[in-house]
């Protein structure tokens, strides 16, 4: 069986691909952080290489022996915008620098295609950037926002649908792709199987067109068998939130450079999409499935 490196394995996405990953016949290494809990594997053998991505000599422990290397982990906020460049463009880098002739996979973000919007954006775009430099077979998928089990971010979301309403920015006609995890990890696994073109991709449901924030309300109002009212809320009050949120302890999601990105009006999926099957879950469908999922775990 051949074996694969993987980073990230901890995060929301990690536990999805290392999953996929074992379905699709691979042996797994991953690299976790020693402050950090396992995560929980299902039933799936993997190797343990303890360290991070500022760790040279883990790095090297990781990707020796490999036949591939899946790079999902980075940072999505951070207190100072040298902390994104430290993990997410300068880990990348280090990474791929030790793995130099064998297949690497980039998870990136949409967010690369817009760098002046944030700091996390441009490290993204940086951390493409380096991986775009190696001789090898390489690929970077940028996804649209993902949600599904496990998913702590969009919680709040689906709380506020729960109680009948949803707050979107206040910008008409913006346009968003959406991804369920599970297709993510899926189409990520698929894509190191098949014999991909090195370059950049995208990757979202395959609903055309993408959806509106009207268009989640509904799905979300759909899922908990009542009607979810949207509710616009201006750049500036939301600039405000974020102000606020600056002044408490640790790094915030919500911060002036993360509402640039919520105003962006176009964070559709372009050409050249990432081949592959077509997706298991539509927004209705996945919705409904994240939902039943937070309730089985207490969640909502």
């Given at each position: 069986?051949?074996?694969v490196?993987?980073?990230?394995?901890?995060?929301?996405?990690?536990?999805?691909?290392?999953?996929?990953?074992?379905?699709h016949?691979?042996?797994?290494?991953?690299?976790i952080?020693?402050?950090?809990?396992?995560?929980?594997?299902?039933?799936?053998?993997?190797?343990?290489v303890?360290?991070?991505l500022?760790?040279?000599a883990?790095?090297?422990?990781?990707?020796?022996?490999?036949?591939?290397?899946?790079?999902?982990?980075?940072?999505?906020?951070?207190?100072?915008?040298i902390?994104?460049?430290?993990?997410?463009?300068?880990?990348t880098?280090?990474?791929?620098?030790?793995?130099?002739?064998?297949p690497?996979l980039?998870?990136?973000?949409?967010?690369?295609?817009?760098p002046?919007?944030?700091?996390?954006?441009?490290?993204?775009?940086?951390?493409?950037?380096?991986?775009?430099r190696?001789?090898?077979?390489?690929?970077?998928?940028?996804?649209?926002?993902?949600y599904?089990?496990g998913?702590?971010?969009?919680?709040?979301?689906f709380?506020?649908?729960?109680?009948g309403?949803?707050?979107?920015?206040?910008?008409?006609g913006?346009?968003?792709?959406?991804?369920?995890?599970?297709?993510?990890?899926?189409g990520?696994?698929?894509?190191?199987?098949?014999?991909?073109?090195?370059?950049?991709y995208?990757?979202?449901?395959?609903?055309?067109?993408?959806?509106g924030?009207?268009?989640m309300?509904?799905?979300?109002?759909?899922?908990?068998?009542?009607?979810?009212?949207t509710i616009?809320?201006?750049?500036?009050?939301?600039?405000?939130?974020?102000?606020?949120?600056?002044?408490?302890?640790?790094?915030?999601?919500?911060?002036?450079?993360?509402?640039?990105?919520l105003?962006?009006?176009?964070w559709?999926?372009?050409?050249?999409r990432?081949?592959?099957?077509?997706?298991?879950?539509?927004l209705?469908?996945?919705?409904?499935?994240?939902?039943?999922w937070?309730?089985?775990?207490?969640?909502?």
């Open positions: 069986m051949p074996k490196a993987v980073t990230g394995a901890t995060g929301f996405v990690g536990p999805h691909l290392v999953a996929a990953l074992a379905r016949g691979w042996k797994l290494r991953l690299l952080r020693r402050w950090t809990p396992l995560p929980s594997l299902a039933g799936v053998e993997a190797e343990i303890w360290g991070d500022s760790d040279e883990s790095l090297e422990a990781l990707v020796t022996g490999a036949d591939a290397v899946v790079h999902a982990a980075g940072l999505i906020k951070a207190r100072r915008p902390d994104f460049d430290r993990v997410n463009r300068d880990g880098a280090r990474l791929s620098a030790l793995a130099p002739d064998m690497f980039l998870l990136s973000s949409l967010a690369a295609r817009e002046q919007l944030s700091s996390y954006a441009a490290s993204k775009r940086a951390a493409e950037e380096e991986v775009a190696r001789s090898g077979r390489w690929l970077a998928v940028r996804a649209p926002a993902v599904g089990p998913d702590r971010e969009t919680l709040a979301y709380k506020m649908a729960k109680n309403f949803a707050l979107q920015p206040d910008r008409p913006a346009r968003l792709s959406l991804i369920h995890v599970e297709d993510l990890a899926e990520l696994a698929l894509a190191l199987d098949r014999p991909v073109p090195s370059g950049m995208e990757i979202d449901d395959g609903h055309l067109g993408a959806y924030h009207a268009d309300a509904a799905a979300a109002g759909e899922a908990f068998g009542r009607p979810v009212r616009r809320v201006g750049q500036g009050l939301m600039s405000g939130v974020a102000f606020l949120n600056s002044l408490r302890p640790g790094p915030q999601i919500l911060t002036s450079e993360k509402v640039r990105e105003f962006h009006p176009d559709t999926v372009h050409e050249p990432l081949p592959g099957d077509p997706v298991r879950y539509g209705q469908e996945g919705f409904r499935h994240t939902i039943l937070y309730r089985r775990h207490g969640w909502l």
